[in-house]
């Protein structure tokens, strides 16, 4: 999935490292070249730290789904996640992101959850349930309660702050 140069991949690299140093050299001086760092140690990422999204985006792009991360499930997240990677990728991980439950669709239990953790779970459920009837009634384009990744990523061409919005530099 990389989009990177080499200099930008050693880069990335070295903040993978710097997650935790000693356990990266730990593993090389036993001769383990694929370490894996646990989802705390990922999240310690700046980037990442405060994001209401953290679980999912580690959860995406861990292939266990786990959300530990080996460098090239790390390498994939950053590529995906940069201002550099297409449009139409960037979507289709958005759209596993914000997919909570896992069922190739963005629902009304999904879409609560978006909002709810967009806005700090403070709002009433009510409130919560109107914006989400306005979502899929903007975006809904076939009317059967779900959105497609198509419907999905229609939305995201239609929105020119999403690029910049999801991303992720080191």
Do not use: W
Not at 9 to 38: C, T, W
Not at 119 to 131: L, W
Request: net charge negative; with cysteine; glycine share 4%.
């Amino acid at each position: 999935v990389s989009t990177q140069s080499t200099g930008e991949i050693l880069h990335i690299y070295q903040s993978f490292e710097d997650l935790n140093p000693d356990k990266v050299r730990e593993a090389f001086m036993a001769g383990n070249y694929q370490v894996k760092m646990d989802y705390s140690e990922v999240i310690q990422l700046s980037e990442l730290k405060f994001s209401p999204f953290k679980d999912r985006i580690c959860r995406v792009f861990s292939e266990d789904q786990s959300g530990d991360m080996t460098f090239s499930d790390y390498l994939d997240m950053l590529s995906v996640m940069s201002m550099q990677a297409p449009k139409d990728l960037k979507a289709a991980y958005a759209f596993k992101i914000y997919d909570f439950n896992d069922d190739d669709e963005i629902d009304r239990t999904d879409l609560d959850e978006l909002v709810n953790r967009v806005t700090g779970f403070r709002m009433k459920t009510e409130d919560v349930d109107g914006i989400v009837d306005e979502i899929l009634k903007e975006c809904d384009m076939d009317e059967n309660g779900t959105l497609t990744a198509a419907e999905f990523e229609d939305i995201l061409h239609k929105s020119p702050e999403f690029s910049a919005n999801f991303n992720i530099e080191v």
